[in-house]
């Protein structure tokens, strides 16, 4: 397809197992993002990088979350040591570099990584 | 730092009521504004969007004029569907775009 793809769609695991999650920007989309979406909450930023670097991730709530992004594509966001708190949808966005050469602003989202932390 | 306030929901309407769901934001300099769009079981989409004081960025019947006197930007329709039930969320990006920030949605159900 041709939109961002992310997976898994969802994750139950237990509280102190590590997880991966994946996201698949859109080809050629230079920006990608990942946020947080928990009930009752708006969506929290966690990371943005531009190509491979992460310029932004000043989101990232804890040295337990990290992630990475290879080749200015797919990219991973990994959380050890899950805790509870960690329950929530986890969104990855890409976005288009406009002609200037900033970025649009225009985010086009995935589903989302649904996270259960028992 | 940059934030949007937008009403708590959720908003409960009859079919072809008039919307408003409000959104005020704070922000240095001169941010783009952006509504998106969650249907149930979807991901976030753009619904419109607006990049200077005074744009009026439209889309599928819904309206939002970007005020920067009252630093407002509220999502305006003159008659709701019950395919409209949705979660709606305001957004801003600074000039030059890295991030968004959201404010924390507004539900919105549209009864027959």
């Known amino acids: 397809g041709a939109g961002v793809s992310q997976s898994p769609s969802n994750k139950v695991t237990e509280k102190g197992k590590d997880v991966e999650l994946r996201c698949d920007p859109i080809s050629g989309h230079t920006a990608l993002y990942w946020y947080r979406q928990s009930l009752g909450q708006g969506l929290e930023f966690l990371i943005y990088?531009?190509?491979?670097?992460?310029?932004?991730k000043s989101g990232l709530p804890s040295d337990r979350f990290s992630a990475e992004r290879t080749g200015g594509s797919v990219s991973t966001l990994t959380i050890q040591r899950t805790q509870q708190e960690d329950s929530a949808v986890y969104l990855c966005?890409?976005?288009?570099?406009?002609?200037?050469?900033?970025?649009?602003?225009?985010?086009?989202f995935g589903e989302g990584s649904r996270l259960t932390v028992l | 730092g940059n934030s949007v306030t937008q009403m708590e929901g959720p908003v409960t309407l009859s079919e072809e009521a008039f919307l408003t769901i409000n959104c005020t934001y704070t922000?240095?300099?001169?941010?783009?504004l952006f509504w998106y769009v969650q249907y149930p079981g979807e991901g976030l989409q753009l619904l419109l969007k607006a990049t200077k004081a005074d744009d009026k960025g439209s889309n599928k019947g819904f309206e939002a004029t970007y005020r920067k006197e009252t630093t407002s930007f509220h999502l305006e329709k003159g008659s709701v569907q019950v395919s409209d039930s949705a979660v709606y969320f305001c957004?801003?990006?600074?000039?030059?775009?890295?991030?968004?920030?959201f404010g924390t949605g507004t539900q919105l159900k549209v009864e027959l």
């Open positions: 990088f531009q190509g491979n670097s992460a310029p932004d």
């Open positions: 966005a890409s976005s288009p570099r406009a002609s200037g050469g900033t970025n649009t602003g225009e985010l086009f």
């Open positions: 922000a240095t300099g001169y941010p783009s």
């Open positions: 957004a801003l990006s600074p000039g030059g775009g890295n991030k968004l920030t």
